[in-house]
Nanobody, 129 residues
């Protein structure tokens, strides 16, 4: 059983930055693809970004079109932690952000909640205009 705990959410003005962290425990972190989803009020939970475990000395990383170029995912296997650096934030980025873990790899930008094996509890990100 993998436990995921997010931190780093908060209130920020449009154009600002936030960094989310997700600490994992209870499993072999490097065996899991990690990612971030978000859910805005009245909307379905959507894929934001995902990073695979290392394969052939490289990670595969996927971003949704809405965040590509603004958000950066990274992982530190020594700390069992995945990060989401969010820059140039917009009001439409306001949502609860969830850390996610998946055995194996993400299918890509079309990843959905059905691909997730473990969820964090979520952290609120609010971007004011």
């Amino acid at each position: 059983q993998v436990q995921l705990v997010e931190s780093g959410g908060g209130l920020v003005q449009a154009g600002g930055s936030l960094r989310l962290s997700c600490a994992a425990s209870g499993g072999t972190f490097s065996d899991y693809a990690m990612g971030w989803f978000r859910q805005a009020p009245g909307k379905e939970r959507e894929f934001v970004t995902g990073i695979t475990g290392i394969t052939r000395n490289a990670y595969m990383i996927y971003y949704s079109d809405s965040v590509k170029g603004r958000f950066t995912i990274s992982r530190d296997n020594a700390k069992n932690t995945v990060y989401l650096q969010m820059n140039s934030l917009k009001p439409e980025d306001t949502a609860v952000y969830y850390c996610a873990a998946k055995r194996g790899s993400w299918p890509g930008r079309t990843s959905t909640t059905h691909h997730v094996d473990y969820w964090g509890q979520g952290t609120q990100v609010t971007v004011s205009s």
